[in-house]
């Protein structure tokens, strides 16, 4: 159930759609070097067993999704098996669950995005060699909330990332050779904890 459902594609390009009150929004699977760009994709999710992913990507590799704006949803951007992919410049608010969540992808970059005002601002699972920079984390809280959750990750770079107003910055579960350099913490209730 999507609003715009893309399996096993190469070389394709979504841009500039209006998708309203979708389950999942648009969903990509088992696709290669595609772009997914200037997108506004708004939902009205209450919990999340009724609500989709904003922007899904399953199985994928090199795709760019940039300039896109996501709200309403579960998570607002979800990569799940995917590898050799950025996510640039998009602003993702109100999801009910995460602003983006990565789970066994890896080599990604994501920067210059803003994860505000989500139940939590982003989640990185299970992954290696993700660069995580220039990017706004804010107003992410809840008794729960972190503006970055970091389960199991390895080989990666957080750096130059704004953390402000979130229940916990950066919260590293599991996490091995991690680099965590020149962030800036404004106003969250714990500026880093690591397990």
Do not use: P
């Not at 841009?15 to 200037?38: D, P």
């Not at 704006?69 to 607002?76: F, I």
């Not at 669950?97 to 139940?119: A, I, L, Q, V, W």
């Amino acid at each position: 159930r999507a609003g715009i459902r893309i399996f096993n594609a190469k070389n394709c390009v979504i841009e500039n759609n209006k998708l309203l009150n979708t389950f999942f929004g648009i969903y990509l699977a088992k696709s290669e070097n595609c772009i997914v760009r200037g997108n506004e994709v708004k939902g009205i999710a209450k919990n999340e067993t009724e609500a989709g992913n904003a922007i899904h990507l399953w199985y994928c590799k090199k795709v760019l999704v940039e300039n896109n704006q996501v709200t309403g949803h579960r998570d607002g951007i979800y990569f799940e098996f995917v590898t050799d992919s950025k996510i640039f410049n998009n602003i993702s608010t109100k999801q009910i669950r995460y602003g983006m969540h990565f789970m066994f992808s890896h080599n990604n970059e994501y920067f210059h995005n803003k994860f505000t005002d989500n139940d939590a601002g982003v989640a990185v699972m299970y992954s290696h060699n993700i660069y995580m920079h220039e990017n706004i984390f804010s107003d992410n809280w809840s008794t729960v909330s972190n503006g970055i959750l970091l389960k199991e990750i390895s080989d990666s770079r957080i750096e130059k990332n704004i953390f402000k107003h979130n229940t916990i910055g950066v919260y590293a579960e599991g996490c091995a050779r991690m680099e965590i350099k020149h962030n800036n913490f404004i106003k969250n209730g714990w500026a880093v904890k690591i397990m």
